[in-house]
């Protein structure tokens, strides 16, 4: 939607235990069945504390800057006095449930007014804890404020849903609240696919081109082909030709990132290459999940990438092809 990076950032440390029965999360668009972490619009947030505790705001980051590491986001379930109120807090492997939530305000009372952001008034992404499954959802949110949706997770294990959205209201900042959902059944941890230069999906390829570094902003440049042959046509989905949403191995810090251009702004054309500028809050492993409009169909490319000081990092790579199923976002 705007040129350059917006950056949501959140704070806390979260732990995940799994057993042979547990799991945690939920969601509504593509879904990606693969393993493991990702910027939104940048607010002065802080880095991670406690689970639903504030901590303290790197200096100088403004999303586009290269000074200070970008803060961590989606770790906690309220920020700026609003909560995550998350009424499904377990579902069933492999059954088909309803997802219902509610935002709540300082008073303990239902957002009924957002600011609408990319076509929606509220994005909800959902990533199991092994990072193998992921979806981009949009729920639908009844007069009284409380949002529901349809989800069928395919394993057991935990879960993580992310419910990005801006209040309405003049002062109001773009949020990224987080909570644990747990899929019950028979658990097997899935193990992170390893970083490669491309990812494959629904017969299309596309290369990932670019660096993700700690505390520095960075291109990335994801190329999209089908047959050998470069797609220029891609269709514009949520008002971009392309969404980019990472995840932090182990904790899952969030982050969203938007492309650089837009469709009809003159100069951003539609493929086969989309842009992106993005900030790691720190050195790790972190998931990049790509989503994109061909012939009226979604895709959702998936890379591993390695970011700063991680194990055997030098530049980020992605990885592994995903499979999705599209959800009502699409």
């Known amino acids: 939607m705007h040129t350059g990076l917006r950056i949501t950032a959140f704070a806390a440390a979260l732990a995940a235990t799994f057993g042979t029965a547990y799991g945690v999360g939920a969601g509504v668009d593509p879904i990606v069945a693969d393993s493991a972490p990702a910027p939104h619009e940048h607010s002065e947030r802080d880095d991670p504390g406690g689970p639903d505790e504030p901590s303290s705001r790197p200096e100088g980051g403004d999303g586009h800057g290269a ?24 579902v069933s492997a492999g059954q088909r ?22 076509e929606k008034e509220l994005h909800l992404v959902l990533a199991s804890r092994d990072l193998v499954t992921y979806r981009h959802l ?21 879960y993580r849903v992310f419910a990005d959205f801006t209040p309405a209201g003049e002062d109001t900042e773009n949020l990224t609240l987080g909570a644990d959902l747990a899929a019950s059944g028979r658990y097997e941890p899935a193990r992170l696919p390893v970083p490669s230069g491309t990812a494959r999906v ?31 046509d891609l269709q514009p989905y949520l008002g971009a030709y392309g969404h980019l949403v990472a995840l932090r191995a182990g904790d899952l810090a969030y982050l969203h990132v938007h492309p650089n251009g837009e469709p009809g702004d003159g100069t951003t054309k539609p493929g086969p290459e ?20 061909h012939r009226g169909e979604v ?8 970011a700063g000081s991680a194990p055997g990092a030098t530049e980020s790579a992605p990885a592994a092809t995903p499979e999705h199923t599209d959800g009502h976002g699409h």
């Open 202 to 232: 629904d017969g299309y390829e596309v290369e990932l081109d670019g660096s993700l570094r700690p505390g520095k902003a960075s291109e990335l440049k994801l190329k999209v082909s089908r047959d050998g042959e470069p797609v220029g």
């Open 138 to 158: 949009h729920p639908t949110r009844a007069a009284d404020g409380t949002w529901s949706t349809p989800v069928d997770l395919p394993a057991a294990g935990g």
């Open 67 to 90: 000074h200070e590491s970008a803060p961590a986001g989606g770790l906690q379930i309220s920020e700026g006095g609003y909560t995550l109120d998350l009424a499904t807090p377990r």
């Open 97 to 118: 449930t309803e997802l219902r939530f509610t935002v709540r305000d300082a008073s303990g009372d239902a957002v009924t007014a957002y600011r609408r952001e990319h």
């Open 274 to 293: 989309i842009s992106f500028t993005a900030t790691a809050p720190s050195d790790g492993t972190y998931r990049l999940f790509l989503d994109f409009r």
């Open 299 to 306: 895709h959702t490319a998936a890379f591993t990438v390695r």
